[in-house]
Every structure is written in structure tokens, then in C-alpha cells.
């Protein structure tokens, strides 16, 4: 016989063909088939379902997902039962042929092929209804065995037998996010071309599974993984554990008050086996059939698996229930989690106490520091040297002292230790003043004029003197701060903030302030350029009009023309005296308030970073996808609730009166 030619076609690789079921599935159970493809009355909840995948994905199996929109296709779907063993085949095989075997019929093929291809653990098997051969059986990546049973046919049943290993069972401390329901409702499945030729592992979801180990060297395993499902709800319901342990005579071997059974498999096997030798054994068999515990399992094995006037199957309907039970049972637990990272995350109230007395300590000392320094720098004698009637030649050290004083004088030593007091909050949990939506915005609508000091000097607005205007019996308030006479917007509330690609990770209000005060020292010395040009002008003017007086008026004694150009030139002086004091006043009160209201602003956003910071919150972007995961499993409970449901149990609860396996039982 040649050799059957290798696929080369990379997508059989990738993506082995899936089965054809005996029965004749429709081309609607294809994955991603339209809605229109499942009944009409399973329309809403297949809808649900899919919306349920697109959007909990992350919080459920595909694998069953896609098994559950594949059964919500039909009205009567196939259904799967995987018989696992703990590394071996051959308890499940024996176990498989239990279940299906007709005790009025002799050995038939199948079980001799079945228990041949089992022994030597060469693979999983699928058991499939069927009679004689198929051509598409042998083409398919996983061992097809076509079993003429009436169980199969009844129920439109398959059963997959395969293995786990006992390591995947853990221990009894199981991780919560592995679950053994997991493991045996979704078995790890090898498929091949070949015998030489093996496919990575693929997971091989049913709807129900049984677990089945031997008493001596597997009762630990099973024990823990017994221990791991939930103690109730669906997760007992289809997931049923076999220990295989002898039968004491005389008394049967069934426990049926929890998720394990006992059976001994070689004794029904057996009981099995003398019946078809003879129906003179029937009383033997029965009894033997009885004591080996088989009866208990095949009554569980045919629950929820048929139907009548329900409008879904029992036990797809129990699966749907289980799919989203927990899909919902995970988002509520990371719901959980995220509520509890951010608690944690929360600063208690005494740290943020302490990080609050840091900072008046801190505003305390800025303020100290700006007015002791202000004062000392307007009292040197560098300030003193640009009085007004020095200003003459010392018109240009006017903008080297002002720099001078904003270099040394202004808050220097506060802009300091603000970085050390906005390094203490950020290690403390409170974030960096940088980071997106601690930072506050400038309490100034505008920036600091150029020309505001020219502009006070030209409209000539009295002025009432820096400290007068802060000596008000009102609270301090940004406004107050303003001296009265200056005009309404020749300094702005605070400085505004310089043009940064990002923010520095403390309060930028001080750096911010001084450079934008330091514009004001320009307009400073163009007041002074002015403030002298004129006063020469009028100088000038009043000695030339003594002069046109003595030339047209020879009357005029010297003196008395005289007296014209000494009014003129003391008028100027004194109007020259006036205007640059003012000017210097209205200088110092600017780097006085400014300052003032940059530890403001600064002392403001650093309360509030202390307030809202080490708050954690989950943004609506950050909890669109788990809302709508949630929104959307609920959907989907709410329709498979809306389906409408029959409570008297299913009359395919039981095997039928027709089945063989039944009548020779009675």
C-alpha cells in the first residue's frame, strides 16, 4: 500500500480541518456564521453571546465560547463527554465501553479496536455514531471510532476519550485562576497526521467530562482535584470524578453524595462480558452490574441530556449557564481587585497632615524671606546710588541693579527649596506636580505688560506708596494686593507661565515670576531714559526762552529773563524727582506683590496636590472595557432567563424504556 501523500498546504498546519459529524452538521455551524443561521427563538441569545465575545474575551475560554455559539446554531446540537484518565487510556476506554456496550449484543469490532488502540496510550479517540466505515474518519487529525450505540444516536452524543497529567491537578492550594473544571471541561488534545507526524496541543472543549483514575495510585490526585471544585452550582453538575476501587462483596460500590464515585470497572466489565455468554447469568449480572456502581454513573451520564418541549437542550443550557457564570464570577473578582489596589493606593490622612505642615513651614519661610531680602535690597547702596539726581550718569546701571536684585534678593533661597519640598511629596505617594491632572493653572488672566511702568509714568496716576497699600484693615486678598492707584492692568495677578514642552515636576510659578518680572527692569530704565530726556527738554526750553525774552525785551534786565530759565530748570528737577520715585515705588511694589502672589499660586497647587494627589481613581476610559464586559454577560443571562424554562426535570433524565442496556438491566 503506498504511503499517503503529506499535505502541502500550510494552512492544514496551522489550522487542522475540523471534523465532519456523522449526523451532517449544516454549513451554519461554521464559526462566524451569521445570527440568521441559529433558530429563531435562540436568535436574541445567540446575539448576547457573540456580543458576550466580542467584549469579555478576556474573561472567558474561547474554546467553550465557540462551542457555545455552535450549539445555539441548532435546536439539537451534539453534544460531548470527555472520559480523561490520569495519564493512561485504559480506564477511560473501559469505562467508555461500559457506558455504550448493548449487553444483548455479542463483542462487536469496535470494542476490540477501541481497547487495542487504548492499551499502548497511542492518543486521544472520539466516539461518534456511525456504522461500518467512512472515508472522511480516516482523513481526520484526531482517531475517529464510529460506535453503532443507541446512547450516541439518542442523545446525538459524542464522547472523547482522553488523558490529563496528575501535575496539571496541583495541589490542594490550586491556583485560583486554573481551575480543575477548567482542565477537564476543556482537555488538552494532540492531533496528528500521523503516527510520526504530531500537531502542537489544542485544547478540545465538551460539554461534560468525567475523571477517572485508579484508587492505589491516583486517589491524592483526584482527592485534590475533587477538593478544587466549587462545593456547589454547575460545576459539580458536569464534572463527575471515578475512583476505581474494587467492590466489597455483598455490598455495593456507589456513593452518590458528592462530586466522586466509586466504581470497579473490572467487575462490570466482567458482569458485562458473562451476560453475553448466556442470559442464564442475568442474575449474576445484575448483581454484579449493581455492586460495580455502574448503574450511579450512567444516571448521572444521562442528565439535562434530553429534551422535548424545552426551547434549549438541559445540559447546553447548563453550559451557557456555566460559560457566563464564570465570565461573571472574574470580572467580579477583578472588579474586586481594582477597588482594592486603589484603596491601598490612598494616603492615609496623617501623612498628608505632616506633608500640610511641611508646607506652611515652607510658605512661612518664603514669605520671611521676601520681604527680608526686598528690604535689604532697596536699602543698599547700590539702590540708593540710582536716585534721582544721580540719574544722569547712572541711567545705565538702572537695568544691572535690578537684575542684581532679582538674581539675589528674590526668593532665591524659596525656588530652592521648593524642588526639596515637591521631592518629599512625590516619594511620599502624592505624584509629581507634573503629572496630568495635579497641575493647576495661573490665577493671572494676562501677562505682564512691557510697558507698565512707562504706561504709569505717561498718564501721570498718582501713587499712594508700596506700603500703604498693604496696610489695609481688609483681608488680604489678591486684589488688595494691588496698590490702588496703579492702573487695572499694568501688573497682571500673577506671572504667567513661560512656554515648556513639559513641567517640571515642582511648581514652576517662581521660576515663571522671576523671568517674567525680570521684563519689568527694561521698562524701568525707558521710564528713567524718559523721565530724563524731558527733564532736560524743559531745561533746555526755559533757557531758551530767557534768552528769546533778553534779545526782544532790552528793558529786561538780566535778572529778571533770568528768573524764567530758574523756574524752568527747578520745575524740571522737581517734576524729574517726582516721576523717578514714583517709578522706583511702583518697581518695588511690583517685585513685592509679584512675589507675593507666585508663593500664592505655588503655595495653592502644592495644597492641592496634596489633597487630590494619592487618590488613585479608574478613569471612565480605563473601566470602559470591564463595564462592558459586565453589561455584556449580563445581556446574556438576561436572555437565556427570557428563553422561559420548564422546572419538572427532563424526560432524558434517564435512558429510555427502548434502550437494550435497560431491558437487560431489568
Known amino acids: ?83 480523561l484518565g490520569l495519564g493512561e487510556h485504559k480506564n477511560p476506554a473501559t469505562l ?24 499502548t496510550n497511542r492518543g486521544p479517540v472520539l466516539l461518534r455514531y456511525g456504522t461500518g466505515t467512512d472515508d472522511s474518519v480516516r482523513r481526520q487529525l484526531l482517531k475517529i471510532i464510529l460506535i453503532p450505540s443507541s446512547r450516541l444516536k439518542q442523545y446525538n452524543l459524542e464522547i472523547l476519550i482522553g488523558s490529563i497529567n496528575k501535575t496539571t491537578l496541583g495541589t490542594p492550594d490550586m491556583s485560583a485562576t486554573v481551575k480543575p473544571e477548567d482542565i477537564a471541561l476543556a482537555p488538552s488534545v494532540e492531533y496528528s497526521f500521523t503516527p510520526d507526524v504530531k500537531l502542537p496541543m489544542a485544547r478540545f472543549p465538551v460539554h461534560k467530562a468525567v475523571v477517572v483514575g485508579d484508587a492505589m495510585r491516583d486517589s491524592v490526585a483526584l482527592g485534590h482535584f475533587t477538593a478544587g471544585l466549587a462545593p456547589s452550582g454547575w460545576s459539580r453538575a458536569l464534572v463527575k470524578t471515578v475512583l476505581e476501587l474494587p467492590a466489597r462483596p455483598g ?71 456555566s460559560v457566563l457564570d464564570d465570565a461573571g464570577q472574574k470580572i467580579a473578582l477583578e472588579t ?10 490612598v494616603i492615609p490622612d496623617e501623612k498628608r497632615h505632616a506633608m500640610k505642615t511641611l508646607l506652611d513651614e515652607w510658605a512661612e519661610a518664603a514669605h520671611t524671606e521676601l520681604r527680608d531680602e526686598l528690604d535689604a535690597a532697596f536699602a ?18 538702572v537695568h544691572v541693579v535690578g537684575s542684581a536684585i532679582m538674581q539675589r534678593s528674590w526668593l532665591v533661597q524659596a525656588d530652592k527649596r521648593i524642588g526639596w519640598l515637591a521631592g518629599q511629596l512625590d516619594g511620599a505617594g502624592f505624584g509629581a506636580y507634573s503629572d496630568e491632572g495635579l497641575s493647576q493653572p495661573y490665577t493671572s488672566s494676562s501677562p505682564p505688560q512691557q510697558n507698565s511702568i512707562e504706561a504709569t509714568m505717561k498718564d501721570g496716576v498718582q501713587h499712594t506708596g508700596g506700603p500703604s497699600a498693604l496696610s489695609t484693615s481688609q483681608p488680604a486678598t489678591e486684589d488688595a494686593l494691588v496698590p490702588k492707584a496703579l492702573p487695572a492692568s499694568p501688573l497682571p495677578s500673577a506671572p504667567a507661565p513661560l512656554a515648556r514642552a513639559h513641567l517640571p515636576p515642582w511648581p514652576p ?24 530726556i524731558r527733564s532736560v527738554s524743559i531745561t533746555a526750553i526755559s533757557y531758551a526762552l530767557t534768552a528769546f525774552l533778553y534779545v526782544s525785551f532790552p528793558t529786561l534786565s538780566i535778572y529778571e529773563v533770568g528768573a524764567v530759565a530758574a523756574f524752568g530748570t527747578v520745575w524740571s528737577m522737581g517734576h524729574m524727582q517726582r516721576k523717578w520715585n ?8 511690583t517685585l513685592r506683590i509679584g512675589g507675593r502672589l507666585a508663593l500664592l499660586d505655588t503655595e495653592h497647587a502644592l495644597e492641592t496636590l496634596i489633597e487630590k494627589g494619592g487618590r488613585p481613581t479608574e478613569t471612565k476610559e480605563e473601566a470602559a472595557p470591564i463595564t ?17 424554562w420548564n422546572d419538572a426535570p427532563s424526560p432524558g433524565s434517564r435512558p429510555s424504556d427502548g434502550d437494550p442496556s435497560v431491558k437487560a438491566e431489568q
Open 1 to 83: 500500500m503506498a504511503p499517503r501523500p503529506r499535505p502541502t498546504s500550510p494552512i492544514c498546519w496551522r489550522h487542522p480541518p475540523r471534523a465532519k459529524h456523522a449526523s451532517g452538521l449544516a454549513s451554519s455551524t461554521a464559526v462566524g456564521a451569521p445570527t440568521s443561521a441559529a433558530p429563531e427563538h435562540l436568535r436574541p441569545l445567540y446575539s448576547a453571546v457573540e456580543k458576550v465575545n466580542e467584549d469579555a474575551d478576556l474573561y472567558i475560554s474561547p474554546d467553550k465560547l465557540q462551542m457555545v455559539l455552535r450549539c445555539l446554531r441548532t435546536r439539537d446540537p451534539v453534544v460531548r463527554l470527555a472520559v
Open 96 to 119: 467508555a465501553r461500559i457506558l455504550l456496550a448493548d449487553p444483548l449484543s455479542p463483542r462487536e469490532q469496535w470494542e476490540e479496536e477501541l481497547e487495542t488502540y487504548c492499551s
Open 251 to 321: 455490598r455495593a460500590n456507589i456513593r452518590e453524595d458528592g462530586p466522586m464515585l466509586t466504581m470497579d470497572l473490572e467487575l462490570a466489565s466482567s458482569a458485562l462480558d458473562e451476560f453475553r455468554q448466556s442470559v442464564e447469568n442475568a442474575s449474576t449480572y445484575e448483581q454484579d452490574w449493581f455492586q460495580s456502581g455502574a448503574p450511579a454513573l450512567i444516571e448521572w451520564f444521562a442528565q439535562d441530556m434530553e429534551f422535548h418541549d424545552q426551547p434549549l437542550k438541559p445540559l447546553v443550557r447548563q453550559v451557557v449557564n
Open 336 to 345: 474586586a481587585s481594582r477597588s482594592l489596589d486603589f484603596e491601598a493606593a
Open 380 to 397: 543698599s547702596m547700590e539702590w540708593r546710588r540710582l536716585t534721582w539726581w544721580r540719574l544722569f550718569w547712572c541711567l545705565d546701571d
Open 509 to 532: 510659578h517662581i521660576e515663571d515670576g522671576r523671568s517674567a518680572l525680570s521684563s519689568t527692569i527694561t521698562s524701568l530704565q525707558t521710564a528713567g531714559e524718559r523721565i530724563v
Open 582 to 589: 514714583k517709578a522706583r515705588r511702583y518697581w518695588q511694589d
Open 628 to 644: 462592558s464586559a459586565r453589561d455584556s454577560v449580563a445581556s446574556a443571562c438576561k436572555a437565556l432567563e427570557e428563553l422561559g
